[in-house]
C-alpha cells in the first residue's frame, strides 16, 4: 500500500509563500490525480486542488481568494508533488494533507480521496 | 457548492455499542457518498464511498446506507479503535464538499 507524507515549513510567515511538498512511496505517481485538503482549526476540510503526473490540474474554485493564489505542481521523477500558496495570512494557517484522487480498475476518476498524508500544520504568524 | 451537515457534532457510545452518524446533502447528490475516519494524528481513512461499498480492508462492522440527500454510517459494535472523526464527503457535484465531521466519543 503507497504511503504519502507532507514535508515543509511548519511556520510561515505573513504575506510570505507556503510551500509544502508530498511524497509518494511504496507506489508510483503515474495514472493517479493527486491533492491537497486543508483544515483550519476548528473547521472541516477544504478541498484546495488535485493534479493529474501528466500536468492536468483542478482548483477549487468555490475559494476565489484562495484559487488566485495557488498553484500544484507535480514531479514525477521524484514521485512527489507540490503546494505553492502565496500571500498568506493567518486564515491560511490549517493542517494540510495530501491525498489522492480515487481512480477504479475500469480507468474512471472520482473526487473522492482514498489514501492521504498524516498531514502538516502551518501555522501563519509574524 | 454542495454543503453536507452531519450530525450530531458528537455521540457518546460504549463499546460494544451501535453507533449511528447521520450526514444531509443540500441537494440530492444521488450515491456519491463517501466517508472517513481520523483518528488523532493519523491520516483520514476511506471507509465507505458510492454510500454503501466499504473501502478494502475495512470490517463489516461497518456499513453505509442512504442516497439522495440522507445518509447514515451505522458501527454495528464499537470497537476501541473507532473511537475517532468521522467526516462524509459527496462527489457527485464538483468541487467535492466535507462535512464539518462527528466525534465518536467513549461513554
Known amino acids: 500500500q503507497p504511503q504519502l507524507q507532507e514535508s515543509g515549513p511548519g511556520l510561515v510567515k505573513p504575506s510570505e509563500t507556503l510551500s509544502l511538498t508530498c511524497t509518494v512511496s511504496g507506489g508510483s505517481i503515474s495514472s493517479y490525480y493527486w491533492g491537497w485538503i486543508r483544515q483550519p482549526p476548528g473547521k472541516g476540510l477544504e478541498w484546495i486542488g488535485s493534479?493529474?503526473?501528466?500536468?492536468?490540474?483542478?482548483?477549487?474554485p468555490s475559494y476565489p481568494s484562495l484559487k488566485s493564489r495557488v498553484t500544484i505542481s507535480v514531479d514525477a521523477s521524484k514521485n512527489q508533488f507540490s503546494l505553492s500558496l502565496t500571500s498568506v495570512t493567518a486564515a491560511d494557517t490549517a493542517v494540510y494533507y495530501c491525498a489522492r484522487r480515487a481512480l477504479e480498475s475500469s480507468g474512471l476518476y472520482h473526487w473522492y480521496f482514498d489514501l492521504w498524508g498524516r498531514g502538516t500544520l502551518v501555522t501563519v504568524s509574524s | 457548492e454542495i454543503v453536507m451537515t452531519q450530525s450530531p457534532a458528537t455521540v457518546s457510545v460504549s463499546p460494544g455499542e451501535r453507533a449511528t452518524l447521520s450526514c444531509r446533502a443540500s441537494q440530492s447528490v444521488s450515491s456519491n457518498l463517501a466517508w472517513y475516519h481520523q483518528k488523532p494524528g493519523q491520516a483520514p481513512r476511506l471507509l465507505i464511498y458510492g454510500a454503501s461499498t466499504r473501502a478494502t480492508g475495512i470490517p463489516a462492522r461497518f456499513s453505509g446506507s442512504g442516497s439522495g440527500t440522507e445518509f447514515t454510517l451505522t458501527i454495528s459494535s464499537l470497537q476501541s479503535e473507532d473511537f475517532a472523526v468521522y467526516y462524509c464527503?459527496?462527489?457527485?457535484?464538483?468541487?467535492?464538499?466535507f462535512g464539518q465531521g462527528t466525534k465518536v466519543e467513549t461513554k
Open positions: 464527503q459527496q462527489y457527485n457535484n464538483w468541487p467535492p464538499t
Open positions: 493534479i493529474h503526473y501528466s500536468g492536468d490540474t483542478y482548483y477549487n
